[in-house]
């Protein structure tokens, strides 16, 4: 497992706050309440944790498969159905919602290869990401990727918690399945739109895993 290379000032600085609140504490209580300065030491090591887990990232090895979709996310299956997109297609696709809980690794990975041929942010509401609203209302960052006939859409969501999106891929870029396509920072959603017709392999409810699980194949 490796640290998240958009982790790093928010782990130095949350690291500098627990050394330094830790300090104070420890020199300025006294002796009679140092019981109260060890509680706090205890549950802000505990969140110093909590932040170098949330910008893991672990090793695993990739479902590569031109053939299949794969979860640009991990998280829970949220959204199954048929929907109209007003963005870019502008018209019926399949969608599938992985929420993201703030205990999720945050990473998101190309669900296919391709061409990017669309990449644009937009600024937005914060609702909570299981709301059906977010998708349209939210800030989100919308990429489509090119494979071969098919165009993949895969739309990051920011949540209530989540405040900041990051997305790497630039229109006309060459991607390949499970690399690296941005990260999310505290929880969220994401959302992919498939052609229909596809073949889709999850259901409600189901844990998923960025790069490795596949959420649908072509073909039908």
């Given amino acids: 497992m490796t640290v998240h290379k958009e982790g790093y000032q928010t782990i130095a600085l949350c690291g500098l706050f627990f050394v ?11 002796y009679s309440v140092s019981w109260l300065a060890w509680i706090i030491f205890i549950l802000s090591f505990l969140f ?7 910008f893991r990232v672990p090793k695993r090895t990739l479902t590569l498969d031109d053939t299949k979709i794969v979860a640009p996310a991990d998280g829970k299956v949220v ?20 929420f993201m809980s703030p205990a999720n ?17 937009h600024k937005g509401k914060y609702l909570v990401a299981w709301d059906p609203k977010s998708s349209t209302d939210n800030e ?8 071969g006939n098919a165009e993949v859409l895969v739309k990051q969501i920011a949540g209530a918690v989540a405040r900041r999106i990051i997305n ?10 499970g690399a690296e396509l941005g990260f999310i920072k505290f929880g ?14 999850v259901q409600l409810n189901q844990a998923v895993e960025g790069g490795i699980t596949v959420l649908a194949s072509w073909g039908g």
Avoid: M
Wanted: glycine share 4%.
């Fill in 20 to 30: 330094i609140i830790n300090l104070v504490l420890f020199y300025f209580l006294p």
């Fill in 48 to 54: 110093f944790l909590f932040i170098i887990s949330f």
């Fill in 79 to 98: 959204v199954i159905e048929e929907t109209i997109d007003e963005e870019y297609f502008k018209e019926k696709r399949l969608q599938i919602s992985i």
């Fill in 105 to 121: 690794v945050h990473q998101n990975l190309n669900p296919v290869s391709g061409e990017v041929v669309y990449s644009r942010y």
């Fill in 140 to 147: 989100r960052h919308t990429v489509v990727i090119r494979n």
């Fill in 168 to 177: 790497y891929l630039k229109p006309g870029q060459k991607v390949q399945q």
């Fill in 188 to 201: 969220s959603r994401v959302d992919v739109l498939l052609p229909p017709g596809t073949k889709i392999h």
